[in-house]
């Protein structure tokens, strides 16, 4: 095992670990992202139609799940930090998640399938932020970056591929996304347990205290939790409203809906990596501000392109996701800039701690929108806020820490 992975000396050192790893870690994120993202193009048929519930209603679904990130994600990444292990988290997660994706299944209680789903985003996020935490555990200042771009690719992946392949099999059953869902899980729990390391420098910080006082102690952090809690709010958005924008206005299938997505996922993707390892030589900042800037433009456009038809629509949200991938492995390896090592797993904790609250926020607020306005204002909605968060961050960043964002180079 340690073979397989091994760097250049023949082990896996802190700050030192292959790429190969890292990237064995991101097939392991990818797995565990991909079983959620499978449910988000079968909503109307799944819930709406099967619980015979509105709208609003159905928004609960995601942002129950969110609201298990947020609650346990923060508690995951102190209890990590407290007991120094990584493994037990990513192998207790997935097969959590799994348990839960097959019981959504047996139910046709709507507040109890809210229930399980909430249970599920418990587990899944357990395992998730884990695995994020341990990439940035393997990494230094000189491939942070180039480790997160490594991570968002895969993230990205998952994120983009889950519906696409969740459009394929919501063709075949209501069901067959969920059954999907536990086994991909299952494979995880499988991966973890036999072929996770856990890191061999980890510092122990048993005092909760000592762990849940790092974002004072560093309040810099509250940068890259903005920076994520926008990107997050904005995914949270478009995977409720999206699905409902095409079928209202184009009226195309769940296939179609999950191509769509996927689409929109791939130049994020192909960017994860380069703009991961740029940000490691000219800054975190850079990245960030031009993607939020063009982020804000383009997300005002959605609601537009939906009248010039199905291609216009595709191109708008492929530029969506040129510009996202401008933010994210820049926000993730901000983090890691701005905490000491041994306080990985809570700064991770804190950034997905803001990153949960806008994913928990994008749903509900897709869903308000769209049952009180139309289409073309919800997205142009939608982008103010996108620019309202960089003010607001260039404000901390220049007068508040007294900073220039167009001169820090990570430390």
């Not at 393997?138 to 889950?162: Q, V």
Request: a neutral charge; one cysteine or more.
């Amino acid at each position: 095992m340690n073979t397989e992975f091994s760097t250049s000396d023949s082990k896996i050192t802190d700050n030192h670990v292959s790429t190969k790893y890292i990237t064995f870690l991101g097939v392991l994120v990818f797995l565990t992202i991909l079983a959620p993202a499978l449910l988000h193009t079968n909503l109307e048929e799944f819930i709406i139609k099967r619980f015979n519930v509105e709208i609003l209603d159905a928004s609960l679904f995601d942002a129950v799940l969110y609201l298990s990130y947020l609650i346990v994600g923060v508690g995951g990444a102190v209890l990590s930090n407290k007991i120094g292990k990584r493994r037990v988290f990513i192998s207790f997660g997935s097969l959590g998640s799994a348990i839960f994706f097959f019981a959504m299944t047996l139910t046709l209680n709507y507040p109890l399938l809210l229930v399980f789903r909430f249970i599920q985003g418990g587990f899944t996020v357990l395992c998730w932020q884990t695995l994020m935490i341990l990439v940035l555990d393997l990494s230094s200042p000189l491939n942070r970056g180039k480790n997160m771009g490594i991570f968002g690719i895969f993230l990205a992946l998952a994120m983009g591929g889950g519906p696409v392949f969740g459009g394929i099999f919501a063709g075949i059953g209501d069901l067959v996304p969920y059954y999907a869902a536990t086994i991909i899980s299952s494979i995880v729990t499988i991966g973890s347990l036999f072929l996770l390391i856990e890191p061999k420098k980890l510092t122990i910080k048993s005092s909760i205290i000592d762990n849940l006082s790092i974002p004072f102690q560093e309040p810099k952090l509250v940068i890259p939790g903005l920076f994520n809690f926008i990107d997050r709010f904005h995914i949270g958005f478009i995977l409720f409203s999206l699905q409902f924008f095409l079928q209202s206005v184009l009226h195309v299938s769940p296939e179609t809906r999950g191509m769509v997505l996927g689409l929109f996922a791939t130049p994020y993707i192909l960017l994860q990596f380069p703009v991961g390892k740029l940000s490691d030589k000219i800054g975190r900042y850079k990245p960030l501000i031009i993607g939020s800037i063009a982020t804000w433009i383009i997300f005002s456009l959605i609601g537009i392109s939906g009248s010039y038809g199905l291609f216009a629509v595709i191109i708008v949200f492929m530029m969506l996701g040129v510009s996202n991938g401008f933010t994210g492995p820049p926000s993730m390896a901000l983090v890691g800039d701005i905490v000491k090592n041994e306080d990985n797993a809570t700064g991770i904790g804190f950034f997905n701690l803001l990153g949960n609250i806008g994913i928990i926020l994008g749903p509900i607020t897709a869903g308000i929108l769209m049952t009180y306005t139309d289409f073309v204002l919800v997205f142009i909605i939608a982008g103010l806020f996108e620019l309202s968060t960089l003010l607001f961050n260039l404000f901390l960043i220049i007068v508040v820490f007294k900073e220039n964002p167009f001169s820090i180079k990570p430390r």
